[in-house]
């Protein structure tokens, strides 16, 4: 593509705007009522979300993951996902155990930034979870050493052929030990409405060990 021409990509933002006085006071409950707002809309995948994370060295990487939960436990609600434990972003995680994510709901001119501190979920939610997913899902789970180097595409499906033929469908898949959840439970969440003019509304809840703080952002 022409460089002149990307730069000249641009569209104002003119569905809605955020207040003070439109936001609940709770973080968590704003973000359902926006999550719902996406779901109702019909956007592809509402539940997906970059998650962002650090090596030790400060070295960043990012991928998408999606939110399977809103689970509570020591410090509040926290935003769920679940991976291979072996996979860049949990071995990030376990050197460096902060994260952030962000909900790109673009179609809505909207976007939802969270950060916070990460923990691994319990053996139990790991289990309840992983025998939700479809049976296919599961062998996935087993066949894939994600963010290994594999061989080919074929080493891949010989692998999950395997495991099919062990665990045909009916037959209870047991949890990998090296797959499970994580909880990145949240010391802001920031809620982005897109503006004209790029004079964006961004109102951030913050909290240390307080209650949370509403703040309004410079765009």
């Known amino acids: 593509m022409d460089p002149v021409a990307l730069a000249a990509l641009r569209r104002s933002y003119e569905l809605a705007g955020l207040a003070e006085g439109d936001v609940s006071a709770d973080p968590i409950a704003q973000f359902e009522h926006w ?9 592809m995948e509402p539940n997906a979300m970059v998650l962002a994370t650090a090596h030790p060295s400060g070295r960043p990487s990012a991928r998408t993951v999606l939110l399977k939960g809103l689970l509570p436990g020591t410090g509040g609600p926290g935003f769920a996902f679940f991976t ?10 376990g050197a460096n155990g902060q994260a952030s994510l962000v909900f790109p709901w673009i179609d809505l001119e909207r976007q939802v930034i969270v950060v916070g501190d990460v923990e691994r979920l319990s053996a139990t939610a790991n289990e309840e979870y992983f025998h939700a997913r479809p049976h296919g899902h599961q062998l996935g789970a087993w066949a894939s050493r994600q963010s290994e180097v ?3 595409r074929g080493q891949l499906e010989d692998q999950y052929a395997r495991l099919a033929e062990q665990y045909p469908e009916g037959v209870a898949v047991p949890v990998p030990d090296f797959w499970g959840g994580f909880r990145v439970v ?4 920031e809620f982005w ?4 003019n790029r004079l964006h509304d961004r109102l951030r809840y913050r909290r240390d060990e307080g209650p949370w703080v509403l703040e309004r952002l410079s765009p």
């Open 150 to 152: 594999v061989a080919s």
């Open 84 to 93: 291979n434990y072996g996979s860049r972003k949990a071995r990030e995680l």
């Open 186 to 189: 949240p010391t802001s969440i």
């Open 193 to 196: 409405q897109g503006r004209g």
């Open 35 to 43: 999550l719902a707002d996406a779901v109702a809309a019909e956007l």
